[in-house]
């Protein structure tokens, strides 16, 4: 624990200005990003004595071991940097919302020739126009099903279009008029495009004067007489009016707001907002947070705010945001708004009528989530603690192991020998902090002599930061190796660059490792640790066979009740870093299958390789190409041509394909590329005898 005096800026060193603040830590991670009007005055806030401060504040402050601060010119300034560091450093002590869920957005790829309708989820994408969120994805599909008949815009897949462009029969949606099926041709991709266009504006609130141009289109119909086209203008005004009902009226003058409350206790705040577009409510949302750091209303709604619209830009920020508590200042936030939609934002508190009715409404739904999410914390965090427990009692260990990393081999037949490190902090995932090894130091197939390897790089890697951070004793010897340790191999010295409080590849030491086997893989890891000097990091290994746990120098397991909270975390950890590890192993091996002879010549990367194929049409026709033909692909240069031809002539050609039905050689042309069909698992390519002998 820090005393915050040995850290504290001297007096007059702090300037009198707008700005963003950091608090970092010992290993310098960057744990506070705050922003102030007056950095002098905020930060002097955290500098008084440690029993006037509240305690989260006084956790943070004893936590940091130096403050540091960027001037800006502006508060709107201020807020945009806060928000950028706050994303890009992911401090523990900021308030930072969860979304509660994966909200399905009803979507319009119009950034492609013919647009598409779809469900799209996670983060949104540039060219594509977003309607939602939703609560549920079938309340999309039942809307898209109505809207279709009178907006038959395309719905497949890329790969649906292509077959049917290819045959030149369309899908069955476009059979029974349900898609203006562009992929035959019955409408031209402009005119396609209109019809997107129109179905963006009903679904953006724009209902009324399209329903008038049906309505007065069927009257016409009828008074010509033709009673078919009327009374399908009339089942199209009927399905158009349904799918409007799906959104009752909530606001009469077909405001576009979003509205947004707040539920909160002494531990944790919950954030609603019900996104009102046309008077209708056609989105909604939720977030929670723990309120890691002293933070008022104002603050919550400053951060949700940041959060909501971070990322937006035009329409997609409404002309009016009402809120439960103003920020503090709010002219900022307000001018931050608007820069952001490029017009006019009004953010405001409601105080009555229709918008104050809703807000009631939006504040019930906070409170309800709160305490939903309240009831299943409650659950999850008494599970996690007793597995925590029951673990550190089943390895005599001193305190709950609140951070674990187990390790796993994998291979084919001692082909592309591979190992994956997972992490569990407090018993969950923190896959930010997962990382793969390529086991380069023997070949062949060893477990045992795998593992010493690993996780003598992983911890060798630990000591090299620490050395780096300055908690070496003196007289201490760094201990390095200088090898490549992640992925491909990035070289040792690439990831020890680090000095602005990003999170560091392995600068964070584990309270247990976890191996995945037996007595001959803990006994590799924990030589590997004593090697290194290493003492205060507990080992043990969780055996498949009969989920025992093994300790070093125990010849007997320990074996935990089937019932045991800890032994399922433990197995949740293993499986973990098993499916890690495979698909790491699969993804290495589908590669090396793909290889063809380009890959081979130095310095041609993708998009040069892919102009290349595209321009000769196979490798057989570009390896009887002569070096000026090779000159006329754009971005390829004489050198770089003549480099091409060398490497196609000493590859050898592919051997033809024999057609084992017939006999017949097939030696039409030869495909792009060496792999594997994508129609079919990786193992099709493999002998039968070693297919099912991954591990």
């Not at 911890?459 to 951070?469: D, G, M, P």
Request: net charge negative; hydrophobic share 35%; aromatic share 6%.
């Amino acid at each position: 624990m820090a005393d915050p005096s040995s850290y504290r800026p001297r007096p007059g060193e702090i300037p009198d200005s707008p700005g963003v603040y950091r608090f970092r830590d010992e290993h310098r991670r960057v744990i506070y990003v705050g922003k102030a009007k007056s950095l002098r005055q905020r930060l002097a806030n955290y500098f008084q004595d440690l029993a006037n401060l509240h305690p989260r504040t006084r956790t943070m402050v004893t936590t940091a071991a130096s403050v540091e601060w960027t001037v800006v010119s502006t508060e709107v300034e201020a807020l945009q940097l806060e928000y950028s560091w706050i994303k890009e450093y992911d401090p523990r002590f900021n308030v930072k919302y969860r979304d509660d869920k994966s909200y399905p957005y009803l979507a319009v790829t119009m950034n492609e020739e013919f647009p598409r309708v779809q469900v799209m989820r996670g983060h949104k994408k540039k060219g594509v126009r977003y309607f939602g969120p939703y609560g549920h994805a079938w309340a999309i599909r039942d809307t898209v099903d109505l809207l279709l008949r009178v907006f038959p815009v395309r719905t497949c897949s890329a790969g649906v279009f292509k077959n049917a462009s290819r045959t030149g029969r369309p899908c069955l949606l476009g059979y029974i008029g349900k898609c203006s099926a562009p992929c035959v041709g019955r409408i031209a991709p402009e005119d396609h495009r209109d019809l997107a266009e129109e179905f963006c504006d009903f679904m953006a609130g724009r209902t009324g004067t399209y329903l008038r141009r049906l309505e007065k289109q069927m009257m016409e119909a009828a008074e010509e007489m033709e009673y078919e086209r009327a009374a399908r203008l009339r089942d199209d005004i009927e399905a158009l009016k349904k799918a409007m009902e799906k959104n009752a009226v909530v606001l009469a003058d077909a405001t576009d707001a979003d509205l947004m409350a707040v539920a909160e206790d002494e531990l944790e705040a919950a954030v609603q907002i019900f996104h009102v577009r046309g008077g209708r409510v056609r989105g909604q949302r939720g977030w929670v947070t723990d309120k890691v750091e002293e933070v008022t209303t104002s603050a919550l709604v400053e951060h949700a705010l940041q959060q909501l619209y971070g990322e937006e830009t035009g329409d997609a920020v409404p002309k009016e945001v009402l809120v439960p508590a103003l920020p503090e200042p709010v002219e900022p936030v307000q001018e931050w708004l608007t820069g952001r939609r490029g017009s006019n934002v009004s953010l405001r508190i409601p105080q009555r009528g229709d918008k104050k009715a809703l807000m009631e409404t939006v504040e019930r739904n906070a409170q309800q989530a709160l305490a939903l999410h309240k009831t299943k914390r409650a659950s999850d965090l008494t599970t996690r603690s007793r597995a925590l427990e029951e673990i550190a009692d089943a390895l005599d260990l001193d305190s709950a192991p609140l951070r674990i990393e187990c390790y796993d081999i994998s291979h084919l037949q001692g082909d592309d020998v591979v190992a994956s490190m997972v992490v569990f902090e407090d018993g969950l995932q923190r896959k930010s902090e997962y990382r793969r090894f390529q086991i380069k130091g023997f070949a062949g197939q060893d477990d045992v002599r795998s593992m010493h390897e690993v996780i003598t790089r992983r911890f060798r890697r630990y000591l090299a930061e620490k050395e780096k951070t300055g908690e070496w004793a003196e007289g201490e010897e760094a201990l390095t190796d200088g090898e490549p340790v992640l992925g491909e191999g990035d070289p040792l010295t690439s990831s020890l660059k680090d000095d602005d409080g990003r999170p560091r590849k392995f600068a964070y030491p584990p309270q247990l490792v976890v191996v995945d086997g037996g007595q001959p893989q803990v006994a590799a890891a924990r030589r590997a640790l004593d090697e290194l000097g290493i003492d205060d990091i507990a080992v043990c290994g969780l055996a498949k066979r009969l989920e025992e746990v093994w300790v070093p120098g125990d010849d007997d397991p320990v074996v935990l009740p089937r019932s045991s909270e800890g032994l399922y975390l433990l197995q949740r950890v293993r499986d973990e870093a098993h499916r890690f590890a495979i698909t790491y192993q699969r993804a290495k091996r589908a590669k090396r299958f793909r290889a063809g002879p380009l890959d081979d010549v130095p310095g041609l990367g993708e998009t040069r390789k892919q102009a290349l194929i595209k321009h000769f049409g196979s490798v057989k026709k570009l390896r009887s190409a002569t070096i000026e033909q090779i000159q006329e692909v754009p971005g390829i240069g004489r050198k770089t041509a003549e480099t091409i031809a060398v490497a196609l002539a000493q590859a050898a050609p592919a051997a033809p394909a024999v057609n084992t039905a017939t006999g017949e050689i097939i030696d039409d042309e030869e495909p792009d590329t060496t792999a594997v069909s994508s129609g079919e698992p990786v193992s099709a390519g493999l002998p039968d005898e070693r297919r099912g002998q991954e591990r």
